[in-house]
């Protein structure tokens, strides 16, 4: 070859690759990858032209990707990262729900795949700025990096970008630093690019109404992935199907049981039976169909489990997954969207209080039936009273109302707490025959914060100090902050108490969940869900309380907010107090129970009482006496109970 053809040639400009194209050539998968080495696009297809659309030259704008876990899609991400800093350099941002995934993703996604490519990672440049830190800013020719987490304002004010990435934006703050949402915050960053910007943004959805990645989808083209039967050739997207569908996953397992053995889906047309070994010919045959094919340049694409590549998510765990959710509402939720891919639509936003006490019954108040095998109890501190439920919990976190009622009183006086101390140590009768105590105290701090203190201070661990949070979605429990205490003389004790901050919100969601949780025999669930219970002769204010409030919406600059809502005049003690005591079961255990060994222990008291006087009533415990002075409590009494 002559140097002036080689000249020319080397004049020639790169041909322009697609992202998937570049993925396939140069992108490899770290030593910590489920399938490390060479990336292949044909492993999940489906991913093809969604990153594709992402190419420089394409015309698309805006790609969103609504998907459940393990189909692939960070990866994809990733590819689009790489193929930035590789052949079409620019400020690029990528945003998690928080800091912290932002440094993990930087950590251990971006910096081992870097490893593997050491001619790729000879371009990027850590930038150690001042105050900053090189994990959340990395350098090349042309561009730059930015790892960021929602809940960081400050960073949302910094230079333009042209590339953003939003990954899991239904995770992201509401409201960040009182300016706004945080995604819309960073698309405004691209409007210098806005001839020549991109935007990924991909999420698994969460709660109708409130997901981010559903908003997104429904301005696009709202793509689904049909593939072909492999008897008929029948192009179809995968669906669960379900209970009244000719087609889609079907599976058989016994009765009660989550243990499936045989999985497989129908064809809607030929209604033939499809293995999931057919899956690899019907990715790689499938097509992107849009249901919007008018818009062009914000492209939509929807995922569910069902296509996840052989040796990933099988269709035999989705099922099994399913048997298992559908027991309890909130774990149904989290298998809507992480499986189906699809934004969960909470139901019965305040349950019928006259449908949940038209099932009570079936055991006598102060009374344990045999499922119980755990006893907690939760406390809200009121200016003249305590009130107190105490709840039994058994297995599949199933949960019967043992006992509620008002220890009147002011919380100054120390007979309130003595009062509360005879109660904690009570024994209930179990239809065993034997008697169970309290496990687990949670006691409301959030009034007459330094009363409560004094009184955990001596009782921990078995008693416990608890405040709600106001932060949407927080779990119910988590872990303490120490706090100060300052005793009746004046005396501060640094550290003295540790305070549980309660997500209130999420435990609210989770109770309602729970009430309207049919009998066996209207639903055909298993006995052992759970399902809340309630004992005879409680009256109707203890109803109206439990469901006194509303989960409704309201918006925050132009944005969709669930919050809960009680009425004008309405009282909500015994809502407040159900938090509290389940709050209590999970710091003492609840998913880590061994129902079996408390099962057999029980058994054990069975066999090892000999004594055969009943047990003693309420008013035989050794109560410390009463002020005559003040209203007397009857939180004792087997009759009234409020």
């Known amino acids: 070859m002559s140097f002036q053809s080689s000249f020319k040639d080397g004049l020639r400009p790169s041909p322009l690759l697609t992202v998937s194209e570049w993925a396939d050539q140069y992108r490899m998968l770290p030593a910590t990858s489920a399938e490390k080495g060479r990336y292949r696009t044909s492993r999940t297809p489906y991913l093809?032209?969604?990153?594709?659309?992402?190419?420089?030259?394409?015309?698309?704008?805006?790609?969103?990707?609504?998907?459940?876990?393990?189909?692939?899609?960070?990866?994809?991400g990733n590819n689009f990262l790489?193929?930035?800093?590789?052949?079409?350099?620019?400020?690029?941002?990528?945003?998690?729900?928080?800091?912290?995934?932002?440094?993990?993703?930087s950590k251990t996604k971006v910096a081992t795949s870097l490893r593997e490519m050491p001619w790729l990672h000879s371009k990027i440049k850590d930038v150690n700025a001042r105050g900053g830190d090189s994990i959340f800013i990395k350098?090349?020719?042309?561009?730059?990096?930015?790892?960021?987490?929602?809940?960081?304002?400050?960073?949302?004010?910094?230079?333009?970008?042209?590339?953003?990435?939003?990954?899991?934006?239904?995770?992201y703050e509401a409201d960040v630093g009182?300016?706004?949402?945080?995604?819309?915050?960073?698309?405004?960053?691209?409007?210098?690019?806005?001839?020549?910007?991109?935007?990924?943004?991909?999420?698994?959805?969460?709660?109708?109404g409130l997901s981010r990645v559903d908003n997104d989808y429904e301005t696009t083209d709202q793509c689904e992935y049909y593939v072909p039967c492999p008897h008929c050739d029948e192009m179809q997207p995968l669906i669960w199907g379900g209970t009244g569908f000719d087609h889609g996953i079907k599976f058989s397992h016994k009765h009660k049981s989550v243990q499936v053995s045989d999985v497989w889906y129908v064809c809607r047309k030929c209604h033939k039976r499809i293995d999931e070994y057919h899956k690899p010919f019907m990715l790689e045959n499938g097509v992107w169909v849009p249901t919007h094919p008018e818009i062009k340049l914000y492209r939509g694409f929807q995922l569910n489990s069902m296509y996840s590549p052989l040796g990933w998510v099988t269709w035999k765990k989705i099922a099994m997954e399913f048997l298992e959710a559908k027991k309890k509402p909130e774990k149904l939720k989290v298998w809507v969207n992480t499986r189906l891919g699809l934004s969960f639509e909470v139901e019965g936003e305040q349950p019928d209080w006259?449908?949940?006490?038209?099932?009570?019954?079936?055991?006598?108040?102060?009374?344990?039936?045999?499922?119980?095998?755990?006893?907690?109890?939760?406390?809200?501190?009121?200016?003249?009273?305590?009130?107190?439920?105490?709840?039994?919990?058994?297995?599949?976190?199933?949960?019967?109302?043992?006992?509620?009622?008002?220890?009147f009183g002011k919380p100054a006086e120390p007979q309130v707490w003595a009062e509360l101390d005879t109660l904690r140590k009570k024994p209930f009768p179990h239809a065993s025959g034997v008697d169970l105590r309290i496990g687990c105290t949670a006691v409301d701090s959030g009034d007459q914060t330094q009363l409560v203190y004094n009184y955990v201070k001596t009782r921990s661990p078995r008693v416990i100090a608890v405040k709600g949070s106001s932060t949407r979605g927080k779990q119910i429990i988590g872990r303490p902050t120490m706090q100060d205490v300052t005793s009746p003389n004046g005396r501060v004790t640094k550290g003295a108490v540790e305070l549980y901050a309660i997500g209130t919100d999420t435990a609210k969601y989770l109770i309602y969940s729970r009430l309207q949780l049919k009998d066996e025999l209207k639903t055909g669930l298993p006995t052992n869900t759970a399902m809340i219970h309630m004992p005879s002769y409680l009256d109707d204010d203890f109803y109206e309380q439990l469901v006194s409030e509303r989960l409704t919406t309201r918006y925050v600059k132009g944005y969709p907010v669930k919050e809960w809502v009680l009425p004008s005049g309405a009282r909500n003690e015994v809502l407040d107090i159900t938090v509290y005591a389940y709050a209590a079961a999970i710091h003492a255990g609840l998913y880590r129970f061994d129902w079996h060994k408390l099962e057999k222990e029980l058994g054990g008291l069975i066999k090892a009482k000999t004594i055969t006087k009943p047990p003693p009533t309420p008013r035989e415990v050794n109560a410390p006496k009463v002020d005559k002075t003040r209203s007397k409590s009857n939180f004792l009494s087997n009759t009234t109970y409020r």
Request: neutral net charge.
């Open 48 to 76: 093809k032209e969604p990153m594709d659309c992402l190419s420089m030259h394409s015309p698309v704008r805006v790609v969103v990707i609504k998907k459940p876990t393990q189909v692939g899609a960070t990866e994809a």
């Open 82 to 105: 790489f193929y930035v800093a590789d052949i079409a350099p620019g400020p690029c941002m990528m945003v998690f729900p928080t800091t912290e995934l932002a440094k993990r993703h």
């Open 139 to 171: 350098e090349f020719p042309g561009g730059f990096w930015t790892f960021m987490g929602s809940n960081s304002p400050a960073i949302f004010r910094s230079a333009s970008i042209q590339i953003l990435i939003l990954d899991d934006e239904d995770g």
């Open 178 to 208: 009182g300016e706004g949402d945080p995604g819309d915050l960073a698309k405004k960053r691209t409007d210098s690019f806005s001839a020549t910007c991109k935007w990924l943004l991909m999420s698994t959805p969460t709660v109708k």
């Open 354 to 407: 006259k449908k949940i006490k038209s099932r009570a019954g079936g055991y006598k108040i102060n009374t344990v039936p045999r499922g119980g095998l755990y006893l907690v109890m939760g406390v809200d501190v009121q200016i003249n009273r305590l009130a107190v439920i105490v709840l039994a919990f058994g297995r599949e976190e199933e949960c019967w109302v043992i006992f509620y009622g008002e220890i």
